[in-house]
């Protein structure tokens, strides 16, 4: 779970464009997906509440990033059918962004058939975007494992870990065969996931029952790193994900007139999700326990950024609209 809402909320908080994932279902039909994870949610209700929106707010753009669908050719088939019904205008080549498609041109192309505001279905190849993925910016992870990834880029070897707690984490990604413990979590089945918050919690319940949450721990334990507002080792994983987004800006726009995505939000690996369990944490409250949204409008308000195409934060609806202003604002 990235957000805290629905996506009509999204919009109320500032959200312009989704990562929109559908799943043909055997038995619900055409739904949603993260992962593993079926969100039983209908499609088509979905795009009925986009424009029940976009109605009442008739010169937003809102754009629906269609991609992963899951069920093969009929699961497209499923979402083209939907659109095609609803009158929403569909994108499914990036032609027009080669040749130097405007915004007013976008906003042309995604006027609705029955004048209901500005809604564009792309399902071309990437979405026309380079997602610009790093796996490795979790929120909460051990700094000699996080180093040891990235012995590429000479950085210094940090402190070993506590032993114990180590191992017991070790144990935890073991059960689910978890080798590489930097293996995105919307790689593990739903099934993975769960035996991995179960074996979490095991632990919190065991060795930790003395700890009112898992940051106590880490304040203790310089080597494990969390992204927490008032945690010791917070700069880490700051600085890690600051320096990424500058990367991303500062490689500037696609010489195929394709779009760059700024993943401003923590990723989640099969480390973090027994890290941020021992935390009583997830993607959303991540989010929140960092304010990484706040500090993120702060970045752009500064000018931080000369570029930015594609922003992606979780949970929209913590300074969601303040950070659109910023962005609108650049």
């Not at 989640?268 to 990484?292: F, H, I, P």
Request: proline content about 2%; glycine content about 8%; some cysteine.
């Amino acid at each position: 779970k990235t957000q805290s809402v629905g996506m009509k909320e999204q919009l109320e908080c500032g959200a312009r464009v989704f990562d929109a994932r559908p799943e043909l279902h055997d038995s619900k039909g055409l739904v949603w997906h993260h992962g593993d994870v079926t969100v039983d949610y209908q499609f088509s209700q979905s795009v009925t509440d986009i424009k029940s929106w976009t109605a009442t707010h008739p010169t937003e753009l809102v754009i629906m990033n269609i991609w992963d669908c899951v069920g093969g050719d009929a699961c497209m088939d499923a979402v083209v059918e939907v659109l095609t019904a609803a009158g929403v205008p569909i994108m499914d080549s990036c032609a027009a962004l080669s040749e130097g498609l405007t915004l007013g041109g976008l906003k042309s192309l995604a006027q609705t058939a029955d004048a209901s505001g500005l809604l564009l279905a792309n399902t071309a190849p990437d979405n026309c975007a380079n997602s610009n993925y790093d796996e490795t910016l979790a929120c909460s992870g051990f700094v000699r494992r996080q180093i040891e990834a990235e012995e590429k880029d000479g950085r210094e070897r940090g402190d070993e870990e506590d032993a114990a707690l180590s191992a017991a984490v070790e144990r935890c990604l073991e059960s689910v065969g978890a080798n590489d413990p930097m293996v995105r979590a919307s790689e593990l089945t739903q099934s993975q996931l769960g035996t991995l918050i179960k074996c979490a919690d095991a632990l919190d319940t065991e060795s930790f029952a003395n700890a009112s949450r898992a940051t106590d721990l880490f304040k203790s334990r310089p080597t494990y790193y969390n992204c927490y507002q008032g945690s010791s080792t917070q700069s880490y994983p700051l600085g890690r994900m600051m320096a990424y987004l500058d990367g991303v800006s500062e490689a500037g726009p696609n010489k195929d007139g394709t779009l760059a995505q700024h993943q401003a939000l923590w990723e989640e690996t099969a480390l973090s999700v027994v890290l941020g369990t021992l935390a009583g944490s997830s993607l959303v409250k991540d989010e929140q326990w960092s304010t990484l949204n706040g500090l993120v409008t702060a970045a752009v308000q500064e000018g931080r950024w000369g570029q930015i195409n594609l922003l992606e934060v979780n949970d929209v609806c913590d300074g969601g609209y303040e950070l659109l202003a910023a962005l609108q604002a650049m």
